[in-house]
């Protein structure tokens, strides 16, 4: 099968095998596949953040649910959010039958441990023809739904996540710093909430468009009006949550500085490089600073059904699509925020 491949660091497209689907597994088609930046973050800066990974794993007591860590010198295929339809069933499959569409919390289990599909040299993941899924992790896209936007549960998953862990709550109000997919996700989620006001920064006007339509009360350029400048005009006395949604070196501290006394800062970005910031900013101002990472299955089911009943229209981040030949071009254009929000691969 077609598959894009990633090798020492670089991506290519090559023909792989056809994964076997295990004891209460699944092999399904891939019918369309988000590209999420943190793909495009790991080809670039993959090596330092695996050589973290493994320092992390030698310090730390041996855990069975700590997922297998790749090998960048053997092939891997990423792609986590995903929509697929079964296509054949292994042993001990009770749920799912053939002709299923599914969406799947990206994890695969097996003797061997865990498995992140699409962070794996066992499991392929979305940007090939076709994956398998575990069946306790699988969850059945609720009919009339496209998979065009099934495949954005996972992005959605990531915003619903760092809201909840964030507590804010309504009689808050919230910054989002970067408005990408999961600054967007964010959004979504603290509109669904009825969380408000809401000010959105980010330097592309695409994207400051996109967290209007999904809710966002104030959106700004930076370059031309700070965002905590426009919360204090629009509001400047209700808590405040700062979302850092950028994930590049240094937003935390501006995080930081902009943030008023005894505001939360909520870290959703996922900065794969070393960075730094002076503790006195948080001293003096009692931040509470919170970092998190990705979703738990209910917040992932809760994703997909608030996508399925209408709650949130996400329909205008799908700005691209691609077969797997196209996913190397798609990797550089998503460096053009005014051409894309989210490109989906449709094998």
């Not at 009006?225 to 700062?242: C, E, F, N, Q, Y």
């Not at 503790?279 to 509470?288: A, C």
Request: some cysteine; glycine content about 10%.
């Amino acid at each position: 099968m077609r598959a894009a491949v990633m090798k020492n660091w670089s991506l290519r497209v090559d023909d792989i095998a056809v994964p076997t689907p295990g004891n209460g597994q699944v092999l399904a088609k891939v019918l369309a596949c988000g590209i999420c930046g943190s793909d495009l973050h790991l080809l670039v800066h993959g090596e330092e953040s695996r050589r973290l990974g493994e320092e992390l794993a030698s310090e730390t007591p041996p855990d069975a649910m700590r997922p297998v860590m790749f090998a960048p010198e053997h092939d891997m295929v990423m792609g986590h959010e995903y929509c697929c339809e079964v296509l054949d069933v292994g042993p001990n499959v009770n749920n799912l039958k053939v002709g299923d569409t599914i969406v799947s919390f990206p994890i695969a289990f097996d003797e061997q441990g865990v498995h992140g599909v699409g962070f794996s040299n066992k499991y392929p993941g979305g940007y090939s023809e076709m994956l398998v899924a575990n069946e306790m992790m699988a969850i059945k896209v609720p009919n009339g739904l496209s998979h065009e936007l099934a495949a954005l549960t996972e992005p959605l998953a990531v915003g619903v996540h760092a809201v909840a862990k964030s507590r804010i709550a309504q009689g808050d109000a919230a910054v989002i710093l970067g408005l990408g997919p999961v600054g967007l996700a964010c959004i979504a989620e603290l509109k669904m909430r009825g969380i408000g006001p809401i000010i959105g920064a980010d330097f592309s006007p695409k994207r400051r468009a996109l967290a209007q339509h999904l809710g966002a009360d104030e959106v700004v350029d930076p370059r031309d009006t700070p965002a905590i400048a426009a919360w204090r005009k629009i509001d400047g006395s209700k808590p405040l949550v700062i979302f850092e949604a950028v994930g590049v070196p240094g937003m935390i501290e501006q995080a930081m500085r902009m943030a008023p006394k005894d505001a939360r800062v909520l870290v959703v970005g996922a900065c794969m490089q070393e960075d730094s910031f002076h503790p006195m900013l948080g001293i003096q101002k009692e931040l509470s600073v919170q970092f998190v990472l990705g979703y738990t299955p209910l917040e992932f089911d809760s994703a997909l059904r608030a996508i399925a009943d209408g709650k949130v229209d996400l329909a205008p981040l799908i700005t691209g699509r691609v077969p797997i030949d196209g996913v190397p071009q798609a990797f550089t254009d998503l460096g053009d925020p005014e051409a894309h929000a989210k490109i989906l691969v449709t094998p």
